[in-house]
């Protein structure tokens, strides 16, 4: 046959199929693993794209750190400020979800390493565009999960921004994973069917697959694992990564239990600031001198001028109650926090703006990228967006912003501007 003389001439290294020798692979136990990526990558990318919209990214160049997103842009919508806890869902379900996938990810990347290493390199010329394709769907993968992962677990150390990085690569990826999901899904789907009728263990995979490359060892050694018990140890990995992670999203002892996730801060303490902070006012070079009650003025611009006021001044508006989440990107996030200030509307109306318009938000902060933000017209108008001044019946403590911080319902964490020094409405 052409394959034995082939191996006759290929005898060594991981070119020859027999170097394969794990009873484990084939197409079922790929199958399987296919099928979970097919449903949890799929979220990931839906999840992704809304929170690159939650960004405000149309109020360019503002917050869009994309430029020249061009149609991959073309899906953006206004994110709404209802219900309060979106993103914080979102955006949780993008991370931890993300995390569990890493170990169904790995071994499938392990069930098909086989294939890399198939000759000739190319049979045909489908055959080349299929394992280009492949480049992408593995090479964006790895890229997709690294990036991610390092985002949430260590900050942004990307040269450049993290956001065109990981968006443009979703793309790339999610292009090569919907030809790899068009080329392999029934396949993969008609081999759980046979699965789950039943068909025995081992000694019968009868791939649907062309035998060429066939998934399974030709030459076996013994099982140590049942095929059952090597999904189960995958499936277990998730779980556990799911189990130390998870409680990033929640307040109190839960939190406790996300070992694997660095809170983006200290430890929260008690007292009424005891909720995560991501940067601290030392960390984002506030000097207290700039925040004391004679230093500080808000600095509130539009359309019939500029007003200069106090921490005291802005007392003597009408202030609200709020009860509103963080929820970062990194994907942590705090149940409500009773927030207290003075509406964004308010505060527009006070430049001149009585309909709904947008706004750009400016910080004291000295240190690190992030110093402004800009917020559509809709969460302007909300009556829940707040210039906070108080939270949990306490002044802001200097982490959480004093003297002042924006708090907006549904919208990323980093769109909550804290130590804040100047508004400016309506010119976007
Ligand atoms: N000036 C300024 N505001 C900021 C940030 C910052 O680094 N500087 N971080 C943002 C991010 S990414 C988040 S998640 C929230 C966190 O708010 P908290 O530290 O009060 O929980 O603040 C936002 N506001
Ligand atoms: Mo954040």
Same mark, same amino acid.
């Given at each position: 046959?052409?394959?034995?003389?082939?191996? &006759?001439? *290929?005898?060594?290294?991981?070119?020859?199929?027999?170097?394969?020798?794990?009873?484990?692979?084939?197409?079922?136990?790929?199958?399987?693993?296919?099928?979970?990526?097919?449903? &949890?990558?799929?979220?990931?990318?839906?999840?992704?794209?809304?929170?690159?919209?939650?960004?405000?990214?149309?109020? =360019?160049?503002?917050? !869009?750190?994309?430029?020249?997103?061009?149609?991959?842009?073309?899906?953006?919508?206004?994110?709404?400020?209802?219900?309060?806890?979106?993103?914080?869902?979102?955006?949780?379900?993008?991370?931890?979800? /993300?995390?569990? $996938?890493?170990? %169904?990810?790995?071994?499938?990347?392990?069930?098909?390493?086989?294939?890399?290493?198939?000759?000739?390199?190319?049979?045909?010329?489908?055959?080349? *565009?299929?394992?280009?394709?492949?480049?992408?769907? %593995?090479?964006?993968?790895?890229?997709? #999960?690294?990036?991610?992962?390092?985002?949430?677990?260590?900050?942004?150390?990307?040269?450049?921004?993290?956001?065109?990085?990981?968006?443009?690569?979703?793309?790339?990826?999610?292009?090569?994973? $919907?030809?790899?999901?068009?080329?392999?899904?029934?396949?993969?789907?008609?081999?759980?069917?046979?699965?789950?009728?039943?068909?025995?263990?081992? /000694?019968?995979?009868?791939?649907?697959?062309?035998?060429?490359?066939?998934?399974?060892?030709?030459?076996?050694?013994?099982?140590?694992? =049942?095929?059952?018990?090597?999904?189960?140890?995958?499936?277990?990995?998730?779980?556990?990564?799911?189990?130390?992670?998870?409680?990033?999203?929640?307040?109190?002892? *839960?939190?406790?239990?996300? %070992?694997?996730?660095?809170? &983006?801060?200290?430890?929260?303490? =008690?007292?009424? &600031?005891?909720?995560?902070?991501?940067?601290?006012?030392?960390?984002?070079?506030?000097?207290?001198?700039?925040?004391?009650?004679?230093?500080?003025?808000?600095?509130?611009?539009?359309?019939?001028?500029?007003?200069?006021?106090?921490?005291?001044?802005?007392?003597?508006?009408?202030?609200?109650?709020?009860?509103?989440?963080?929820?970062?990107?990194?994907?942590?996030?705090?149940?409500?926090?009773?927030?207290?200030?003075?509406?964004?509307? !308010?505060?527009?109306?006070?430049?001149?703006?009585?309909?709904?318009?947008?706004?750009?938000?400016?910080?004291?902060?000295?240190?690190?990228?992030?110093?402004?933000?800009? *917020? =559509?017209?809709?969460?302007?108008?909300?009556?829940?967006?707040?210039?906070?001044? #108080?939270?949990?019946?306490?002044?802001?403590?200097?982490?959480?912003?004093?003297?002042?911080?924006?708090?907006?319902?549904?919208?990323?964490?980093?769109?909550?501007?804290?130590?804040?020094?100047?508004?400016?409405?309506?010119?976007?």
């Amino acid at each position: 046959m052409a394959r034995s003389s082939l191996l &006759g001439r *290929l005898p060594r290294g991981p070119f020859a199929p027999d170097f394969w020798r794990s009873p484990l692979r084939g197409p079922r136990f790929t199958s399987v693993l296919g099928v979970v990526l097919l449903a &949890g990558i799929t979220v990931m990318f839906v999840t992704g794209l809304v929170s690159y919209a939650a960004y405000n990214p149309d109020l =360019s160049p503002v917050n !869009d750190r994309t430029p020249g997103k061009g149609i991959l842009g073309f899906y953006l919508f206004s994110w709404p400020t209802d219900p309060p806890w979106l993103y914080r869902l979102t955006q949780g379900v993008h991370v931890t979800l /993300g995390l569990a $996938l890493v170990p %169904v990810l790995l071994a499938k990347l392990w069930s098909v390493v086989p294939r890399l290493f198939t000759l000739p390199p190319a049979r045909s010329v489908t055959h080349a *565009l299929e394992r280009i394709s492949l480049l992408l769907l %593995v090479g964006g993968a790895l890229f997709e #999960f690294t990036t991610g992962i390092l985002n949430v677990q260590l900050d942004y150390i990307f040269p450049g921004s993290f956001y065109p990085l990981h968006f443009y690569g979703a793309w790339v990826f999610f292009g090569a994973f $919907l030809a790899h999901t068009v080329l392999k899904a029934p396949a993969a789907f008609r081999n759980l069917r046979r699965m789950r009728q039943g068909a025995g263990e081992a /000694g019968d995979e009868d791939p649907v697959e062309a035998p060429v490359e066939d998934l399974a060892a030709p030459r076996p050694d013994p099982p140590t694992v =049942s095929r059952r018990g090597a999904l189960g140890l995958v499936g277990g990995g998730s779980l556990l990564l799911v189990a130390t992670s998870a409680g990033r999203s929640f307040d109190g002892p *839960l939190r406790e239990t996300a %070992v694997l996730a660095p809170h &983006g801060g200290p430890e929260p303490g =008690s007292g009424p &600031g005891a909720f995560q902070v991501n940067k601290t006012a030392e960390y984002a070079g506030i000097r207290p001198d700039d925040t004391t009650e004679e230093a500080w003025r808000l600095t509130v611009t539009g359309r019939t001028g500029t007003v200069r006021l106090s921490r005291a001044e802005l007392l003597t508006l009408p202030q609200h109650d709020v009860a509103l989440p963080i929820a970062c990107v990194e994907g942590w996030s705090t149940s409500d926090q009773d927030w207290r200030g003075v509406r964004l509307r !308010d505060l527009a109306a006070l430049a001149g703006h009585d309909d709904p318009v947008d706004v750009f938000v400016e910080s004291l902060q000295l240190r690190g990228t992030w110093r402004h933000a800009a *917020l =559509s017209a809709d969460q302007v108008a909300d009556g829940r967006s707040l210039l906070a001044l #108080f939270v949990n019946g306490a002044e802001l403590t200097p982490d959480h912003g004093h003297p002042a911080r924006v708090i907006v319902p549904a919208a990323p964490g980093v769109l909550n501007t804290k130590w804040v020094d100047r508004l400016t409405f309506g010119e976007l």
